[in-house]
């Protein structure tokens, strides 16, 4: 699974030019679901969603994280986190889930961050979709769950 987190002022997401979702200060995280992920991977990085600790506290260092400043979150789909373009010129999409998978893990972990309490919003799910934010910083973290751990 893989996840760009992107700390935001305020972000939106329409489709066929109406506003499906919306949040104030928070992040907004762009997420692709892997042909191989599991629920074990659901779980991973959704905790890092929830306590990536990328807002700054009084001193103004990266101390908090959404969870602490009770931010919102905007969760869009976006299979194309797994195009490979290491041969020719256009993406495979061999390595995102099929359709099905990817929506339920998908729906899974935006359940598992609403169920945090965070106010929760989201896009749809294989739409196509505009996506309008104001990136605060900018910080913008990247989270694979099949990279290696660092020991």
């Known amino acids: 699974m893989r996840a760009v987190i992107q700390r935001v002022f305020n ?15 928070g ?37 908090l994280s959404v969870s602490d400043i009770k ?23 061999n390595e995102a889930a099929p359709p099905d998978k990817g929506n339920s893990y998908y729906k899974k972990v935006v359940e598992m961050i609403k169920n945090s309490g965070l106010k929760t919003e989201t896009g749809e799910f294989g739409a196509l979709m505009e996506v309008e934010y104001i990136n605060d910083g900018p910080v913008t973290i990247i989270i694979d769950s099949h990279q290696p751990k660092h020991r």
């Open 11 to 25: 972000a939106s997401v329409k489709t066929e030019n109406k506003i499906i979702g919306k949040t104030e200060k």
């Open 27 to 63: 992040i907004v995280v762009f997420l692709g679901i892997h042909v191989n992920d599991t629920e074990q991977d659901c779980s991973y990085i959704t905790d890092k969603i929830l306590n990536l600790r990328i807002f700054n506290d009084v001193e103004g260092k990266m101390n």
């Open 71 to 93: 931010g919102e979150v905007l969760v869009i789909s976006q299979f194309t986190l797994y195009g490979d373009v290491r041969k020719g010129r256009r993406p495979s999409f």
